[in-house]
Nanobody, 124 residues
Framework: VILVETGGGLVQAGGSLRLSCAAS????????MGWFRQAPGKDRELVAA????????YYVDSVKGRFTISRDNAKNTVYLQMNSLKPEDTALYYC??????????????????WGQGTQVTVSS
């Protein structure tokens, strides 16, 4: 499975960005998907995850109410809509996937496939 992220960039605090992750090489509808981020000097963290049908989602507390994860299985794509961005959201954002017909993985080690990352920089 190959994952390619797009949509990162530089935005002012309070602004919005939408990240996209296009998947190829697997049966996307059978994969749980997650968005992770890693800021300089910090560990990588799970920001949001979505179960294969979209029926269940997970968000880290710091982004609840501001970020929304969604997926379009017909387009083999998962999205992360980021609103009310803050400087502390600045990080390299990664898309990740795991074959998971039923559950929603929330541990980094559970994910098997990773994209190259897209940089998000929020200026104050």
């Amino acid at each position: 499975v190959i994952l390619v992220e797009t949509g990162g960039g530089l935005v002012q605090a309070g602004g919005s960005l939408r990240l996209s992750c296009a998947a190829s090489g697997g049966t996307f509808r059978n994969y749980a998907m997650g968005w992770f981020r890693q800021a300089p000097g910090k560990d990588r963290e799970l920001v949001a995850a979505i179960q294969r049908t979209g029926g269940e989602t997970y968000y880290v507390d710091s982004v609840k109410g501001r970020f929304t994860i969604s997926r379009d299985n017909a387009k083999n794509t998962v999205y992360l809509q980021m609103n009310s961005l803050k400087p502390e959201d600045t990080a390299l954002y990664y898309c990740a996937g795991r074959y998971s017909p039923t559950s929603l993985p929330v541990r980094e080690a559970s994910y098997d496939y990773w994209g190259q990352g897209t940089q998000v920089t929020v200026s104050s």
